[in-house]
């Protein structure tokens, strides 16, 4: 089964480039993949494979094995980032500003090939298997807690999940897993601090909510060095500060935006109480005011021990032992998480780099892109992960 699983990878890999590159070309922000979602349509209803949206741009797809067994879904993500693509490649972005970098046309494109090797094996297959393409992972609330909410996880009910994202870190032909706790929660904090603006040489006749803004940043690291337990990891960044006043004007208004990442939801919330405490002192103490809008965003993301064992066992029988990599906590989140909050679920990782091809960047950045190669590591995995793991849930 094996060999004739990348078989078929490697006769579809052509079709398959052509794909990735296509929706490459034709990039969608959250929640607006019309296109995607009825250019993925039209391969599920070419062969054959039953499907339906939801959530408006979500197409759910079903194969049907010839033997009982479980439910297992497998899940791609369809949206793009706002990003302005620096690529010189033939399928380089048509759409302004808007750009695949963060690999899931390849997730798509892999999930498609899986679709089609899954399919052409139906007689193999002992249970069920879930096709979920997936709006807008990059934008909260996330796609996958609408589909949720639409039922996505029932009729039939699924049993459990399974996920795949692109790696720039490891090497195109090698994958990587992480039994329990592998990805972060995501907060996102939205604050203004109100003074009183004027003549930068007089500044004892106005309230500088820039000093005040200088001051909270740097207080505010104090939640992670000293406030947080030092087992649970824990990030607070802020990436964007605006204050439009001048070499000699004080503004009136300094506009902060973060992020807030851990891995745990009890220290999560306490958190959440401390930054408005901080917050509420300093700028108080310094006769400002302030608004402050904590956005809580997807939860952490944990793996099932069990399920990842028996994927990773899947990859080891797929691929040779020196290209199954052990994965350590990764900070940044995913709206997968969702799914890992409902069903035993589990998000591994597919290598994409290339050294000798400049294949490097990391997600999210405009010059990312990928080895081609690795859809063919990607779709066939996928299709045998599926097939192996309901195989051993009998």
Same mark, same amino acid.
């Given at each position: ?13 052509? @079709?398959?480039?052509?794909? @990735? ?24 209803? $070419? ?5 339906? @949206? ?9 194969? $049907? ?287 994409? @780099? ?41």
């Amino acid at each position: 089964m094996i060999d004739h699983i990348k078989n078929l990878s490697e006769s579809l890999f052509e @079709r398959l480039v052509n794909i @990735r590159r296509y929706i490459h070309s034709n990039p969608e922000l959250s929640f607006e993949e019309h296109t995607t979602a009825s250019y993925v349509e039209s391969f599920l209803n $070419e062969w054959g494979i039953p499907n339906q @949206r939801m959530a408006t741009t979500g197409v759910i797809g079903m194969i $049907e094995g010839t033997q009982p067994g479980k439910t297992i879904a497998l899940r791609a993500d369809l949206d793009a980032l706002p990003i302005v693509e620096k690529n010189d490649v033939s399928y380089k972005s048509q759409n302004d500003g808007v750009m695949h970098a963060c690999g899931h046309d390849v997730h798509t494109t892999c999930l498609l090939g899986a679709a089609y090797i899954l399919n052409q094996n139906k007689e193999n297959i002992k249970g069920k298997i879930k096709l979920i393409f997936q709006p807008g992972e990059e934008k909260l609330p996330g796609g996958a807690s609408l589909l949720i909410k639409e039922g996505v996880l029932n009729n039939p009910k699924v049993d459990m999940i399974v996920g795949q994202h692109v790696m720039p870190l490891i090497n195109v032909g090698s994958v990587g897993f992480r039994e329990g706790l592998y990805m972060a929660s995501t907060d996102e904090i939205y604050l203004t601090i109100k003074g009183k603006g004027g003549h930068g040489a007089m500044p004892h006749l106005g309230i500088d909510p820039v000093t005040i803004a200088a001051t909270l940043i740097v207080e505010l690291q104090q939640l992670v060095s000293r406030f947080c337990p030092p087992h649970i990891p824990c990030v607070l960044s802020f990436g964007k500060v605006q204050a439009n006043g001048a070499t000699n004007v004080i503004p009136d208004e300094v506009y902060i935006e973060g992020t807030f990442r851990t891995l745990d939801e009890e220290w999560r919330a306490k958190a959440h109480e401390l930054i408005h405490t901080f917050v509420k002192n300093i700028t108080e103490a310094r006769g400002a005011k302030f608004d402050l809008k904590i956005e809580h965003g997807y939860p952490f993301l944990k793996n099932n021990p069990e399920l990842t064992r028996q994927c990773k066992s899947s990859a080891l029988k797929y691929l040779d032992e020196s290209r199954v990599e052990e994965l350590g906590i990764w900070m940044a989140a995913e709206d997968f998480a969702w799914y890992s909050h409902q069903v035993p679920a589990c998000f591994y990782r597919l290598g994409i @780099r290339n050294e000798s091809k400049g294949i490097t960047n990391n997600v999210h950045n405009p010059q990312f892109n990928i080895d081609e190669e690795a859809i063919k590591t990607g779709a066939g995995l996928m299709a045998f992960i599926a097939m192996d793991v309901l195989a051993n849930h009998g």
